[in-house]
């Protein structure tokens, strides 16, 4: 296969296809050769706010789903692998809009047979966030038993990518989960496995939460909005707690007792928004991707639903539907 990749040109501008030389692994990467992609809100906010682009022509992407084609140095995955992981924001040879692609082998995992390409390109970054959110932000506590009885969970926005992965996270340690949904999106957040499932246009939506979990201290917040904010921060009640956001909250936080934390989801890979390494982060990724396999093979995580798009030519497309709000379910790339 000629080697692909879609680049953002210049700040601002719309996506074009070229040809390009890829690079070869270094130490702990393998080059993957690129099935499918999807295409995740990210991408077009950095586009629009020329956000983590230290230069141009750039390639951006965070869900890398394909085959390892060199397997560098890597004790981990061999030549022939399918394998999936997240891209690395801000380095054009990690990015996923292209069809060779260089990921350090400690984020990514082996795709278990009963999962194809594109179902797995809509995992890794959702996956990451949302593990971010549970995990780091959250403080449920992880292990290889992974079945530990853990707190109440109210999800905000359970039907998108990362409110999705929220959900199953939480049931798969144990949590009672309440997950909230826009009318339109309803049916859909009822089939992902939270114990009650409420419609945020409800009036009576946080005492319905407040009677099915009097007590609850973990929110996750993956909309963000005035209203989003006003109503988890109400559950609460009078107790204190956190309210993990899934973007920097920038609404009025009415309840004293709690605390929000913004996720970032760049912690999986050990990193920090500022400078230094996350330990707890890079502890929580190999934890995540060692298990996930095997929580796919199993059922216990399953992919999102999705909606195919074809080439690497249709990622400039893509990213306008999803700043327009024109998708129904993840919006995946095959190659
Ligand atoms: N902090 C991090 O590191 C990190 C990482 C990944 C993502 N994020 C952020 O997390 C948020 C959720 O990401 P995601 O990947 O889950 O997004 P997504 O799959 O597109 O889901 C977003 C949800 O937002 C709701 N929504 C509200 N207004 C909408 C509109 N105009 N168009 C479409 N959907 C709308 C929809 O739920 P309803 O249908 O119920 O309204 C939708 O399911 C985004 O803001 C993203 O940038 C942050």
């Known amino acids: ?23 070869a692994p270094q130490d702990g990467q393998v080059q993957v050769q690129l099935k499918a992609t999807s295409l995740n809100p990210l991408d077009w906010k950095r586009i629009e706010k020329n956000l983590f682009i230290p230069s141009y022509p750039h390639v951006l992407g965070m869900d890398i789903s394909g085959v390892v084609v060199n397997q560098g140095a890597s004790t981990k995955f061999k030549n022939g692998e399918r394998i999936m992981g997240i891209g690395t924001v801000g380095w054009s040879d990690g990015g996923s809009y292209q069809t060779h692609i260089l990921i350090d082998e400690k984020n990514a995992c082996k795709i278990p047979d009963n999962i194809s390409f594109a179902e797995a390109a809509t995992i890794p970054f959702a996956f990451a966030t949302a593990a ?12 290889s038993a992974n079945r530990a009885a853990s707190p109440p969970v109210l999800i ?18 144990g ?12 049916a859909s957040a ?29 929110v996750f917040d993956t909309i963000v909005s005035e ?36 996720v970032y989801s760049g912690n999986i890979q050990g990193k920090n928004m500022g400078p230094g ?9 190999e934890f995540a991707w060692d298990n996930l396999t095997q929580w796919l093979k199993d059922g216990d995580i399953t992919p999102l639903k999705y909606e195919t798009i074809r080439g690497l030519q249709s ?18 790339v095959e190659v």
Request: proline share 5%.
């Open 1 to 23: 296969m000629e080697p692909l990749r879609a680049v953002v040109p210049s700040p601002g501008a719309d996506l074009r296809v070229e040809k390009y030389e890829p690079m």
């Open 132 to 143: 971010c959110a549970i995990h780091l932000e959250l403080g449920f506590p992880y292990s």
């Open 156 to 173: 905000w926005g359970a039907s998108g990518s990362v409110g999705n992965f929220a959900v199953q996270l939480a049931k798969l340690h």
């Open 175 to 186: 949590s009672q989960v309440i997950a909230v949904s826009s009318t339109r999106s309803l």
């Open 190 to 218: 009822e089939t992902i496995g939270a114990d009650l499932v409420l419609d945020s246009s409800d009036p009576d939506v946080v005492s319905k939460i407040r009677s099915a979990a009097p007590n609850i201290e973990h």
């Open 227 to 262: 209203a989003s904010v006003a109503n988890c921060t109400a559950a609460f009640g009078n107790h204190a707690g956190t309210l993990a956001t899934a973007i920097k909250n920038t609404h009025e936080n009415k309840s004293k007792g709690v605390q929000i934390k913004p």
């Open 277 to 285: 390494a996350h330990e707890q982060g890079a502890r929580l990724g």
């Open 315 to 332: 990622v400039n497309e893509g990213l306008g539907r999803l700043k327009n709000g024109e998708y129904k379910s993840k919006l995946v």
